[in-house]
Every structure is written in C-alpha cells, then in structure tokens.
C-alpha cells in the first residue's frame, strides 16, 4: 500500500481523476493543450524578493509574470538541497519513502513500482520535453524522460503545433557564487548597497556578512534578468498565450544557515506562476492574485499532467493544486507542508519538518549534530568561517550561537510572528495543544510512509537499495517500533528511563542503536545509562552501535570514545558506514568536552578511503582544506 492511501488521501485524488475530464473537453475547445516551462533559479527562499519581503531585491521581470499571473504565498521544496529537492520534483514523491534524501547520492535507487519521473507521461501524450540543463537525482532516471537535455535544449526542435515541456535552471544564485575570496571582498564592490541590507538576527554584524547579503542581492537581480530574456523570447515566437510560465526557487539558501538546514530559509521558495490568456478558463482563481494554500515540490508534476488532462497516478504522493476543479475555497484547505533533511555530502543530520498553517515543528532526531558541525563546503564561504571563529571567540549573541551548539529534539515556531525562528515556542505550557496535535501529525506521516532513515544509510545500501520503497514497506513494523524508541527523547528523562533501559538491552540491534542515540539526545542526564553503554560499546556485535555507545559517552564526558572509535573505524569494509563513522569523530573533536583525533588513510581499509565523502572528513580530519 503506498503513503497516499495510508495516510487517507484517495478521496482527493479520486476526484482529481474525474476533474481530469472536465479538463479535456475544456481543452477540446480550444483545439490544443497548454504548453508549460519552468524557470528555476538555484539556491533561493522566497525572502529575498521584494514580491515576498519588503527587505527583499526588487526583480521587474518576475513582478510581471506575477501581475498576469498568481503569487503563491506558501510553496516548499520538501528539502533544503539540490539533488534531493529535484528528485522529489521529478518523481512527485517523498524521498525518505523512496530513498532519495540523501545528499550527494551514495547509491543511486530505482523507482517504485508505477512512477516515472513525469515528463514521461507528458511525451507519451504528445509533448516535447526539454531540460536545460540540470538534472542531479538521486533516482534512476527511467527511459523517455526527456527529447533533450542539454545546455543546448529549446522548445523550438519540436514539431509544427507540438505542445512542449521546457524546464531551465539559472546558476548565478548557486552557492557557490557566494564562494569568493578574500581578495575580491577587500577589492570589488557590489552594485547593492552593504549598509542597506537587513541581516537575520542570527547573523553577526559584520562588513564581511553584509558584502555577503549583498552580493547575493545582485545575484538575484541577474536571475530576474535571464528570466525576462526568456520571456521575451517566447513572446517572439508568439508562444506567450499558450504557455504556463512558473518561475521558483529549486530549494533555499544560500546565506549560511539556510540551505542545507530544515527551517523556513531552506525550505520556502518563491513561486510565480504566469497563466496565459488562452488558458484561463482552465485557472477559476483571479488573475494578478496571492494564493495562500500550501503547495509542495511533491504537486508540481501532478499539477502539469492535471492541466494537461492526464489522469495523476495513485503511486505519487502529491496533489494538482491548479485546474477548472481548483478554486479559492478548495486551495485554502491546503495548510500543510512536510520537509526533510539528512545527510549533506559528508555531514550527517536527520530532520523531519512539518508546516501547518502559522505554525512549523521541526524534530530533530539526532539534535546533538549541531547545524554548523563542518561541512567542506559550507565552508568554503568565508562568511561561514568568520561565524564560526567569532563563535570560539565568545563574540556572538545567545541568538547567533545557536547554530554551534545542539538543536533541541523538537521545536514549535510562529513562523507569521517569528518569521526567523527564533523562539522555540515548545518550551511554553501555554503552547502544549498545538505541540502536541504537530507532534502526532509528524508521527502519522513518518511511520506511514515508512521513512527509511531510520535505518542507517550504510544498512539500506546493503540491504534496501535494490528496491526501497518495497523494503520500507516489509519494514512497516519495524518503523514503527523505531519511531517509538527515537521519541523517547522527547520524554523527561526520569520518566523514559525504563524504556531506555529496554530498548538498550534488545535483541534487535536497530532498537539498540536507536536507544544509545536517544541516550546523546538526553546528554548529561542519561549518565546512569553509562554503564549498559560501556558493555555496547565493548562488545556489541554490531560496529554501529558500538559507535553509538561510544559517541554517548564521549559526548557526556565519561569516558574518551577514541580506542572504540578508531577500532570500529578501522574494521569497517564500507565508505558509507566509514563516513557516519567519522560524522561522529569530527562532532566529538569539535564539539563538547573536545577530543583530538590522530587519523590517517592506513586507519583505513583500502576500499573505504576511496569513497569520496571519507575524503572530505579525511581532508578535514589532517588540515587539508585550502581556499579558493
């Protein structure tokens, strides 16, 4: 059974379907169907235009495309990076149900029985599609997805009267656009003006910080200029009326603390959707409008093949948010978003975000990785660095600290009063119906649709990889005896004991390795755990949860991890369970009580130290990081 029906949604998409053929005979009219393209900038959340924040860069181009069109106030990327974000775009699918969240891929999956990434069914049903030019999924791209990718593709190969599918994406706001050097800060001057940027409250004040805002300010003023050319373009051609024009950020960022990281800033992305007047019969929604439904990157597909007049298929999990059966009232129902966020090249997290109407919940299952444990290229960024070196220096703010020392296990924003997420309103009694109403609902969604990070990505590489989506489906149970293990972090210590207790001494080592987190998750106040840990760590059958008794103890201070570390480091066979591996030596050496790690590539097996992520923990690991 797939998420959808788990999670009770069939009456939705059973009406969809038969919405599907209102749109063809509308269509019939018209004697052809809507041509669609897609304008992606990179690395971008909606607070940085104008459109969406008075702070934010005025961009011309992208506010004509809104006043013929309609603004989305509340579209998300499902995940704050690029590979998993555009997978879970293409597929229509959540990533931690197909096994897809992970950032860059160790392996590549294939598809669950029934999806194809969707231009396929758009081509089957006539379109030419085109991609220019990026692809970076996680999944096995199906055969017949596109006619042409390349950074040459253009709707103008096809043939006369062919409707067509043309995806673009727009580098300039990548990242690594914010990757310059300490030269070019002291010596070239941004068009924005430095002083007059607004700076996140988590940000420090600094000249270095502002020339950062506001070199990404000029960013975007360049994409909203390659987004007009193409416009233009198209209204050459005399291709305008007939063609959907969505432009939208393909995830958050890019300034530090925002992609890569499951809050507002890497999840929330603009989404202007320009509806061509020979089409707006097929739109019940006023033009030049704002749409305040909740729309994911799981909807995106759905939606073409719905204005297309395809049917939608049961194995995807979104839903068509435009079409004849689609209005005002219907879209206002949508008040939920879900996102996710695991490893990041060498870095490891494991994020679960649910968004529902003002408020967002974000559960941390592994909150002592701290959001600016090193990551390689995070780093890169020289306004990364400086924050971490005034953090070391004790010259920040309680507010701008945050983001070196562990996150709490779950938090509850008021995203419309608290748009940085600043105040954890889980700490509040007077917040404890709506914390616990999102906490459940959270849970709904994970067991079911059988999150599969649960299982270390070493594990399902091993075991699941053939075909995830089926394994995390055998798996249901299991899960779920998973999820309830991991919440017990949410418990007061005292009163989560006992099951910590029970969890520790399982036959199931997953159980055990899930209790031992929990364990860190509590810090200091599981000390009287210390000595069931000991025995884990000594003797375990298993390397990783040997890994994770010793990283608990460490981590309280009670005993030095390193000889159990450096043995479980040393016997392992895999470059992946060697990179969760050194995920912990890094947190361990850089975080608190601090333990220094003598590592190098003969504490490695031959294999290990060619996977690429073990390289970028190596590099770091002996001081081998140099500077653009």
């Not at 974000?85 to 992970?102: D, S």
């Not at 938090?411 to 404890?432: F, Q």
């Not at 298993?542 to 981590?555: D, I, P, Q, Y």
Request: glycine residues 8%.
């Amino acid at each position: 059974m797939n998420s959808r029906l788990e999670m009770g949604r069939l009456p939705l998409r059973g009406l969809l379907m038969v919405a599907g053929i209102v749109i063809v005979v509308a269509m019939g009219r018209c004697g052809e169907r809507p041509n669609f393209v897609w304008l992606i900038s990179e690395d971008n959340s909606k607070h940085f235009l104008s459109l969406y924040d008075e702070m934010g860069t005025d961009t011309p181009r992208i506010a004509a495309l809104a006043e013929e069109g309609l603004i989305f106030e509340h579209a998300f990327s499902n995940a704050p990076v690029c590979s998993v974000a555009r997978t879970t775009l293409m597929t229509g699918c959540y990533a931690p149900r197909i096994g897809t969240q992970f950032h860059r891929k160790a392996v590549t999956v294939p598809l669950p029985q029934g999806v194809k990434m969707f231009p396929t069914w758009l081509r089957e049903a006539g379109y030419y599609a085109t991609n220019n030019r990026k692809k970076d999924y996680n999944a096995i791209e199906n055969e017949g997805v596109w006619d042409e990718s390349s950074p040459r593709a253009s709707w103008r190969n096809r043939k006369p009267g062919q409707p067509f599918f043309h995806m673009q994406s727009f580098g300039v706001s990548h990242e690594s656009s914010l990757h310059f050097s300490r030269t070019v800060f002291e010596n070239e001057a941004t068009d924005t003006d430095p002083d007059s940027v607004q700076l996140a409250p988590y940000h420090p004040d600094t000249k270095l910080f502002r020339y950062t805002y506001a070199r990404y300010h000029d960013r975007i003023r360049q994409v909203d200029r390659q987004i007009g050319s193409v416009v233009d373009q198209m209204k050459a051609e005399g291709l305008l009326e007939n063609t959907f024009i969505f432009y939208f950020g393909d995830h958050g960022g890019v300034l530090p603390g925002t992609k890569g990281y499951g809050k507002e800033r890497g999840l929330h992305v603009p989404l202007v959707i320009r509806v061509p007047e020979n089409f707006r019969h097929l739109i019940p929604l006023k033009i030049g409008s704002r749409v305040n439904g909740f729309v994911q990157f799981i909807d995106f597909g759905p939606t073409l093949l719905h204005l297309a007049g395809l049917k939608v298929p049961l194995a995807l999990d979104g839903d068509p948010f435009l079409g004849p059966d689609l209005n005002e009232v219907t879209l206002s129902r949508r008040d939920e978003a879900f996102g996710y966020a695991d490893r990041f090249d060498e870095k490891y997290d494991f994020v679960r975000v649910l968004r529902k109407g003002r408020y967002s919940y974000v559960r941390s299952y592994q909150p002592f990785n701290f959001d600016g444990l090193q990551n390689n290229y995070r780093y890169i960024m020289l306004a990364y660095e400086e924050w971490r070196q005034r953090y070391e220096a004790g010259a920040l703010t309680p507010v701008q600290r945050q983001f070196f020392e562990p996150q709490p296990v779950e938090a509850l924003y008021d995203v419309e009063r608290d748009p940085h997420e600043i105040e954890n309103l889980a700490r509040y009694p007077e917040s404890s119906a709506v914390l616990l109403e999102m906490r459940e609902r959270l849970n709904q969604r994970v067991v079911a649709m059988n999150d599969l990070s649960f299982f270390p990505e070493s594990d399902l590489a091993q075991r699941a990889f053939g075909n995830p989506t089926e394994f995390g489906q055998s798996q249901h149970e299991l899960i779920a005896r998973l999820v309830k293990t991991a919440d017990l972090s949410l418990k007061p210590y005292a009163e989560a004991q006992r099951e910590i207790g029970v969890a520790l001494e399982s036959e199931e080592w997953l159980v055990r390795y899930w209790g031992l987190i929990v364990c860190s998750s509590h810090g200091t106040r599981a000390v009287p755990m210390a000595q069931r840990a000991r025995k884990l760590a000594a003797r375990d059958a298993n390397r990783l949860v040997r890994m994770r008794a010793a990283e608990f103890l460490g981590l309280i201070g009670v005993e030095d991890p390193r000889p159990v570390m450096l043995e479980v480091l040393r016997s392992t066979t895999s470059g992946i369970e060697a990179c969760l591996m050194l995920n912990t030596v890094v947190l361990l050496q850089d975080g608190s009580p601090g333990y220094r790690f003598e590592l190098g590539e003969s504490d490695l097996q031959e294999g290990v130290a060619k996977d690429l992520n073990v390289q970028r923990r190596m590099r770091y690991l002996v001081g081998d990081l140099r500077r653009p």
